[in-house]
T-cell receptor, first 114, second 112 residues
Framework: DTGVSQNPRHKITKRGQNVTFRCDPISEHNRLYWYRQTLGQGPEFLTYFQNEAQLEKSRLLSDRFSAERPKGSFSTLEIQRTEQGDSAMYLC????????????FGQGTRLTVV | AQSVTQLDSQVPVFEEAPVELRCNYSSSVSVYLFWYVQYPNQGLQLLLKYLSGSTLVESINGFEAEFNKSQTSFHLRKPSVHISDTAEYFCAVSFPGGKLIFGQGTELSVKP
């Protein structure tokens, strides 16, 4: 296993379009996190899953954002009707729930909304 | 409320000088604590973690952090920094149930 994989690495889209990002976690990890990071800021929590259950979604997150993890393996993050303010790096991380190991991060998907 | 605060957004320091990056968190329950590092144009990677036991934890590259429950702090220190330590450092807190949140980050800039 080569770690957390995110696709695509870069996405340029026009304002108003929908985009979907994919995250493949480390295979035995049952927790999966999504974050958004803008320049000079820390990762902002968006949502997280344990297996297929979405345990929490940030209250700051617009209804245009939705995430799924249908079989408890890979996850998708969809942004509908994108806005310029959505431009950011979207990070995915995974970890084990038992034993509380650290979260491992993917390289991220950089979204640019034009 | 659950929050993580890094008190310094930028810390410039000369090579071989000591450095401390401050982190405070807000929680009424026990938490786990982490420091992550992000080198330029790279992803986030774990630097060190506190889960339980000794309140002083160390990394392989000379950093250490001390958990202070009464002050709800987890400050990161290094007695002598190197140019290669230049990076963004993030404090993170894991709450019961697994939610993991990050501070705003501290940019450490080591000058020769």
């Amino acid at each position: 296993d080569t770690g957390v994989s995110q696709n695509p690495r870069h996405k340029i889209t026009k304002r108003g379009q929908n985009v979907t990002f994919r995250c493949d976690p480390i295979s035995e990890h049952n927790r999966l996190y999504w974050y958004r990071q803008t320049l000079g800021q820390g990762p902002e929590f968006l949502t997280y899953f344990q297996n297929e259950a979405q345990l929490e979604k940030s209250r700051l997150l617009s209804d245009r954002f939705s995430a799924e993890r249908p079989k408890g393996s890979f996850s998708t993050l969809e942004i509908q009707r994108t806005e310029q303010g959505d431009s950011a790096m979207y990070l995915c991380a995974s970890s084990l729930a038992q034993g509380l190991t650290e979260a491992f991060f993917g390289q991220g998907t950089r979204l640019t909304v034009v | 409320a659950q929050s993580v605060t890094q008190l310094d957004s930028q810390v410039p320091v000369f090579e071989e000088a000591p450095v401390e990056l401050r982190c405070n968190y807000s929680s009424s329950v026990s938490v786990y604590l982490f420091w992550y590092v992000q080198y330029p144009n790279q992803g986030l990677q774990l630097l060190l973690k506190y889960l339980s036991g000794s309140t002083l934890v160390e990394s392989i590259n000379g950093f250490e952090a001390e958990f202070n429950k009464s002050q709800t702090s987890f400050h990161l220190r290094k007695p002598s920094v190197h140019i290669s330590d230049t990076a963004e450092y993030f404090c993170a807190v894991s709450f019961p149930g697994g939610k993991l949140i990050f501070g705003q980050g501290t940019e450490l800039s080591v000058k020769p």
